[in-house]
């Protein structure tokens, strides 16, 4: 095994090795040669080289021996805080190992139960390889009867492997196809994890007898001579069976370590990484947050630990859906280390996570400059480029990625989507093949396969793809593109470009569509609601009751802060506004959740927050949610005042200023009908004079059709209606059953759906002048009116 003694002789020979000129030192020349030796897949660029070698010589500037450079000890250094792998290293350089055949190998001793005597000295002679975290100063083995106890541990271990995988219960799930998860299992830079995880069989005997044993080994460490010992012990038995992926009972190691040394930053550190592996992410952050704890209050000593933990931490916020927050972490993590690649990578992911493409183009393209063989880096900031419209760049980093990486699931799927959005549908198909190639049983894909095979106009091969779909999950969106492509070959419709196999249809100028009554939405209106509907839907905040807003303000004080301008305001860091959220959204999973942050942020925040300060008025967050938040539409308006008068400007008094009211409904119009021309309002509207506005003269600016936010009542009409189906009938336009509000035109009796309704759409064979709409919400006012003209013919008989 890789004994304290053969660590480092293999450090001292690969310094031998570089120390070109014998001078006991590894100059800038001599370190960059052993950087580029070490990663000979790597192309490095001299910017590169010379930013490692800046940090290098930085970190460990306590090493540096003037002119000579870095010593052996320094580079010993570098390796115990997780820089590099020795081993690896070692044998990518191709150097051997003088030892005699004595030196470094544990031999058992009279502690161990006689049972595994046997087993361990066959071990032993084998030279077994120890994880390098054993024999680091830092963070490895400190007492000689630990190095017995893993002994110990790895032949039980062993046993129950050899066991489970003779029964056949042990299962494996490559983890290779996936995006790397980017989280740091090692306190200091970590390696990527790409091994395949282990699912263990936990119920049977074996698995009994094994944790029975495993006991006995924990009894042992209690029972140490020190408590530092038994901390010792804890530690070494919970990161045997880490590797080993046995988390459940690492956890319980890590924590008895915890309330051993309760200020020590590492078993805090385990602990998270251990929860986040199970899924427990709320405990997991929280065991960060102990851990960073810890390292903070402990001075210097764990200085160089705080990236790792803020990297984890973020990762363990991401898990929760927290993704702003997550961003302050990896920040925190770049910040702290600048050559922290993966930092970059989480950052920009994240970034991308929550639509603020720019900047995380900008922290992606840094990652890469620092690993150009970073794959999922790759593969984000090619989904980066295609969320900002520069497609072909895209496909060309995607394809890097796949390059990087070939069976990189995340950028072929993503690659797929990309080539269906610019209509190449042929390629699409070829890519979800190869994700299906990787991942049998991705029904996404299968299902996006169909769709693009549809779009070559290969129908047969389509509905092949459909059936595989259907036997790997019977989910609603399966069944409805099924029974949209039966009515499209019903109908025998030529598709008209439409990626979805739409009926070919005439888009009419909006002068051309007139409405039978006043109760007829206008199309125009219908197009705003609409917006604002699909909005209300992603952000989920038409499930949010509208009287949460008003306790978020009753019950949580914001502290008073100063903006440039002198004002007091109530506001708030993004963060910190993304908890809130995580209250008023409470019902939600946290990747659900994280999509209506994105949405929040995109669409609100980013008209809030103009300036790109990262805060935003918090009174003025919520008098702009109140109104698509759940609730009576007078409710909704009610609490939108409130909230402003929530805002200090305004505290105190039952009247807001003019000057807020109309700077707030230009607002409303600017975040949520931004096609409508908002910048003359003011001037027309706005008077910047000091008079005040009551709750009486705040509705009739609010309803204000034109100048207001009249929409709000069309809205109203989309919520109510979205559950009403219309009976057999489908948009003559798109084919697809008729949901929400059923618009009929009189002369030509053809029926349109809200959305080709909001878009001017009518079939090709109806070509008139003009076209007059009656919008039916039910089917019962459809045959109210069938009544009322059959009554009105036979009056006029």
């Not at 009972?249 to 008895?256: G, I, M, N």
């Not at 300036?611 to 539409?633: E, Q, W």
């Not at 459809?782 to 006029?796: E, G, N, R, V």
Request: proline share 3%; aromatic share 10%; with cysteine.
């Amino acid at each position: 095994m890789t004994t304290r003694g053969s660590r480092s002789e293999k450090v001292k020979r690969i310094f031998q090795k570089f120390d070109s000129n014998r001078d006991g030192g590894l100059n800038r020349e001599e370190m960059a040669a052993l950087v580029v030796a070490v990663n000979p897949r790597v192309k490095f660029s001299d910017e590169q080289i010379n930013a490692i070698l800046d940090e290098v010589f930085r970190t460990y500037g306590e090493f540096i021996d003037g002119e000579k450079g870095l010593t052996y000890d320094g580079l010993l250094r570098t390796y115990d805080d997780g820089a590099g792998d020795v081993d690896r290293d070692f044998d990518a350089l191709e150097l051997e190992l003088n030892l005699d055949d004595n030196k470094g190998i544990s031999i058992a001793s009279e502690a161990s139960s006689s049972s595994i005597l046997d087993e361990r000295t066959i071990e032993s002679q084998k030279k077994q390889t120890t994880a390098a975290w054993a024999v680091s100063p830092n963070h490895g083995i400190v007492f000689d009867d630990t190095w017995k106890m893993v002994d110990d541990l790895e032949i039980l271990v062993k046993r129950l492997k050899a066991k489970q995988a003779k029964d056949g219960k042990l299962k494996g799930d490559n983890f290779d196809a996936y995006s790397d998860a980017g989280w740091s299992r090692e306190l200091g830079p970590s390696s990527e994890m790409t091994e395949k995880r282990i699912f263990w069989e936990e119920s049977g005997h074996d698995y009994a007898v094994f944790v029975k044993e495993l006991g006995v080994l924990r009894s042992r460490a209690d029972g140490a001579r020190s408590r530092e010992e038994a901390f010792d012990g804890h530690m070494a038995i919970g990161r045997v069976l880490y590797e080993h992926q046995l988390f459940k009972e690492a956890l319980v190691s890590f924590k008895r370590a915890c309330e051993l040394q309760p200020v020590d930053v590492r078993p805090h550190f385990r602990a998270g990484n251990c929860l986040y592996v199970l899924g427990r992410y709320k405990e997991s952050k929280e065991e960060f947050l102990l851990a960073l704890e810890a390292a903070e209050a402990g001075g210097n000593q764990w200085a160089y630990l705080l990236p790792q933990i803020y990297v984890n931490l973020g990762i363990a916020l991401e898990g929760e859906g927290m993704v702003l927050s997550a961003c302050e972490y990896y920040r925190e993590a770049a910040i702290l280390c600048p050559t922290h690649y993966r930092a970059l990578k989480l950052l920009g992911s994240a970034l991308f996570g929550v639509g603020e493409y720019m900047a995380a183009v900008k922290a992606l393209e840094e990652a890469i400059f620092m690993k150009p063989d970073y794959a999922d880096a790759h593969c984000d900031l090619a989904s980066a480029l295609h969320a900002m419209g520069e497609d072909e760049k895209a496909i060309e980093v995607f394809q890097k990625a796949i390059d990087l990486k070939p069976g990189h699931v995340d950028a072929l799927y993503n690659l797929g989507g990309l080539y269906m959005d610019l209509g190449r549908f042929q390629r699409a198909s070829e890519m979800y093949t190869r994700v299906l190639a990787v991942w049998p049983n991705h029904w996404r894909a299968q299902l996006n396969k169909a769709v693009s095979l549809l779009g070559a106009g290969e129908t047969e091969e389509a509905k092949k793809a459909l059936k595989e779909a259907l036997k790997m999950t019977n989910r609603v969106e399966l069944h409805d593109a099924i029974s949209h492509l039966k009515q499209l070959q019903k109908k025998k419709v030529k598709p008209n470009g439409g990626a979805n196999g739409e009926g070919a249809f005439v888009i009419v100028e909006p002068s051309k569509f007139k409405t039978m009554s006043e109760k007829t939405t206008l199309r125009q209106d219908l197009a705003n609601a609409l917006q604002i509907r699909a909005f209300q839907r992603i952000s989920r905040l038409g499930r949010c009751d509208v009287e949460l807003l008003k306790k978020e303000m009753t019950e949580n004080d914001v502290p008073l802060s100063y903006s440039g301008g002198g004002v007091p305001e109530k506001s708030i860091r993004k963060p910190n506004l993304e908890e809130i959220l995580w209250r008023l959204l409470n019902f939600l999973k946290p990747e659900t959740f994280q999509g209506a942050v994105k949405a929040i942020n995109e669409r609100i925040l980013s008209v809030l927050d103009e300036t790109g300060s990262g805060r935003v008025d918090l009174g003025m967050f919520y008098a702009v949610l109140a109104p698509i938040c759940s609730g009576s539409p007078d409710k909704r308006k009610r609490i939108a005042f409130d909230a402003l008068l929530w805002r200090p400007v305004n505290e105190g008094g039952s009247q807001i200023r003019k000057v807020d009211a109309v700077g707030y409904i230009k607002l409303l119009r600017a975040i949520y009908v931004p096609s409508h021309g908002v910048s003359e309002m003011l001037e027309v509207h706005g008077e910047t004079d000091s008079s005040m506005v009551s709750f009486n003269d705040f509705l009739v600016m609010f309803d204000d059709p034109d100048w207001g936010f009249g929409i709000m009542s069309t809205l109203v009409k989309l919520e109510t209606g979205d559950r009403n189906r219309h009976g057999n009938y489908v948009c003559s336009v798109c084919r697809y059953p008729i949901i929400g509000s059923r618009f009929k035109e009189s002369k030509s009796h053809f029926s349109l759906c809200n959305q080709c309704y909001s878009e001017g759409k009518v079939p090709p064979a109806f070509k008139q002048e003009e076209y007059k709409f009656k919008e039916y919400g039910s089917e019962a006012e459809a045959m109210k009116d069938k009544c009322m003209c059959f009554t009105l013919h036979s009056h006029s008989h």
